[in-house]
């Protein structure tokens, strides 16, 4: 997903991995991808949840309740334009859009290996992410 950031947004794009984000009620944020306004600016080690137009989560089996309910309605409230949740297990994206005080409005599912996902952000560019070159599951080692 950092890859298609640059190739979609240009190398200079604000984007952020496993870095803490400031919510008010929520010190302990870090999103596995988060895409920022240009002129967002870092307080101290973190950024403000003003300046995310966009947040990925990717699944993992520990975080699956977390990824789909916690956190769509924590980006809802806080008013987190793009909420994207990227599940390897089920090889689909659903993008969530529309934030209310009690999560998202919308919600469309779009399954790996159907091409390319245009997603329109809140500053009038498009981050492209390519379903057909997301993250899979690792084969599990043959048990002995």
Same mark, same amino acid.
């Given at each position: 997903?950092?890859?298609?950031?640059?190739?979609?947004?240009?190398?200079?794009?604000?984007?952020?991995?496993?870095?803490?984000?400031?919510?008010?009620?929520?010190?302990?944020?870090?999103?596995?991808?988060?895409?920022?306004?240009?002129?967002?600016?870092?307080?101290?080690?973190?950024?403000?949840?003003?300046?995310?137009?966009?947040?990925?989560?990717?699944?993992?089996?520990?975080? $699956?309740?977390?990824?789909?309910?916690?956190? !769509?309605? @924590? +980006? /809802?409230?806080?008013?987190? =334009?793009?909420? &994207?949740?990227?599940?390897?297990?089920?090889?689909?994206?659903?993008?969530?859009?529309?934030?209310? $005080?009690?999560?998202?409005?919308?919600?469309? !599912?779009? @399954? +790996? /290996?159907?091409?390319?996902? =245009?997603?329109? &952000?809140?500053?009038?560019?498009?981050?492209?992410?390519?379903?057909?070159?997301?993250?899979?599951?690792?084969?599990?080692?043959?048990?002995?």
């Amino acid at each position: 997903m950092q890859f298609d950031t640059i190739v979609s947004l240009g190398r200079h794009a604000k984007t952020v991995s496993d870095v803490y984000i400031d919510f008010p009620a929520d010190e302990h944020s870090a999103p596995d991808l988060a895409i920022l306004r240009e002129d967002a600016r870092r307080e101290g080690k973190r950024y403000s949840f003003e300046d995310v137009l966009l947040i990925s989560e990717v699944v993992s089996t520990s975080s $699956a309740r977390k990824d789909y309910d916690d956190c !769509t309605a @924590k +980006y /809802g409230r806080y008013g987190i =334009p793009i909420y &994207l949740v990227v599940d390897p297990y089920a090889q689909e994206v659903v993008l969530h859009t529309q934030p209310t $005080a009690t999560g998202c409005i919308a919600a469309h !599912t779009h @399954k +790996y /290996g159907t091409g390319k996902l =245009p997603v329109h &952000l809140a500053d009038g560019r498009t981050f492209t992410l390519d379903l057909d070159e997301l993250p899979r599951p690792e084969p599990e080692a043959d048990a002995r």
